[in-house]
């Protein structure tokens, strides 16, 4: 009996380490397809993890095994440390958006490659990279072309919001595809900042902050329909700080992609407004960039937070969405 225990301990143990639930990761985001769960996030060649409940992930093969050529010249120093990705099914596949860049700079782009499955046991498993779909430049963009999320509207138009700090989230239509852009760049609209007038100046960095991305300390959109409205989710404040970040989640909403996207109390989110979704507390030093999805009928929360009681982590969380009787989400624990 004791040797049949310890082989019962041994194997949950195992079953432990090979399928992690408290798994290290930054900038989440996840879509399920014939039952499993894939989560993509940033990593070496885009890490990817899979599950059959959102509880227990394996670790699967990167997206890329090598740097994108395409990347390596457009960025330089890029190594194939890949941001901030973002999955949808769209025209029939699957579409992966992904960043690439150099910390602190707008010297960055945002990519795309598609899949017919996310199976990598389907015979019709191959990660197809369409490359540079925006890309922005220091001193010329006042924006910063990482952190895309593709959202298509009732028409089926689609759209692409991104962007992080400089002059904040940046929104634009692209051509039926999805493959490239369909309006002029120098043109797109601002869709949130921190700025409460779009003719200011982008404010100066704080503290140790990266001088050139400023002080308008907003990125990772996310916009998602509920009812009759679009949500647009995005991080306020630091993140990758371990124990000093200070990420939290805003929320506004709209009747259209475009916008304008107001908070609770009528503000323009382009203008400084954002009402706080979820933040930092004893358990977690900052929560941010997340992805919002319906899975079976249920609305979750994806994001990740530095964990308080394991040196300022990042980690993986999930959780359920809930809605109030004036239809804004709150975190149903």
């Known amino acids: 009996m004791k040797q049949r225990i310890t082989l019962i301990v041994a194997l949950l143990l195992l079953s432990i380490k090979v399928f992690p639930t408290d798994i290290v990761v930054h900038d989440p985001v996840m879509i399920q397809q014939n039952g499993t769960y894939y989560l993509f996030t940033t990593g070496w060649g885009v890490s990817v993890w899979s599950s059959p409940d959102m509880k227990n992930w394996s670790r ?38 992904y960043s690439i860049s150099a910390f602190g700079k707008n010297t960055s782009c945002i990519g795309l490659a598609t899949n017919k499955t996310l199976n990598p046991e389907d015979p019709d498993f191959e990660w197809v990279d369409h490359g540079n779909i925006i890309q922005s430049y220091p001193g010329k ?58 003719d200011e100046p982008n404010p100066p960095s704080v503290d140790d902050n990266p001088v050139d991305a400023g002080g308008n300390a907003i990125e990772a959109p996310f916009i998602f329909k509920k009812g009759d409205y679009y949500y647009l989710f995005a991080s306020i404040d ?12 805003i929320v506004g909403r709209a009747k259209s992609i475009p916008g304008p996207y107001l908070d609770k109390e009528g503000n323009s989110l382009a203008t400084g407004g954002g009402s706080i979704l979820l933040q930092g507390d004893q358990n977690w030093y900052g929560v941010g960039h997340n992805s919002t999805y319906t899975f079976n009928d249920k609305d979750y929360l994806v994001f990740h937070g530095y964990d308080a009681h394991d040196e300022g982590k990042p980690k993986l969380i999930i959780k359920t969405l809930a809605w109030d009787k004036d239809g804004w989400p709150f975190v149903d624990e």
């Not at 002059?167 to 921190?194: C, F, M, N």
């Open 60 to 97: 699967a093969k990167p997206v890329f095994d090598e740097a994108p050529q395409w990347a390596v010249e457009a960025v330089d120093g890029f190594k194939g440390h890949i941001w901030a990705p973002d999955i949808a099914f769209y025209n029939g596949q699957y579409y992966l958006y």
């Open 141 to 198: 963009t006042n924006w910063n072309a990482i952190d895309p999320n593709l959202i298509v509207a009732e028409d089926g138009t689609p759209y692409l919001s991104f962007g992080s700090f400089w002059d904040g989230l940046k929104l634009v239509k692209l051509k039926a595809d999805a493959k490239s852009v369909a309006e002029d760049l120098s043109q797109i609209p601002t869709i949130a900042s921190r700025k409460k007038s779009p």
């Open 238 to 249: 630091y993140c990758c700080k371990g124990v000093k970040s200070t990420y939290k989640m």
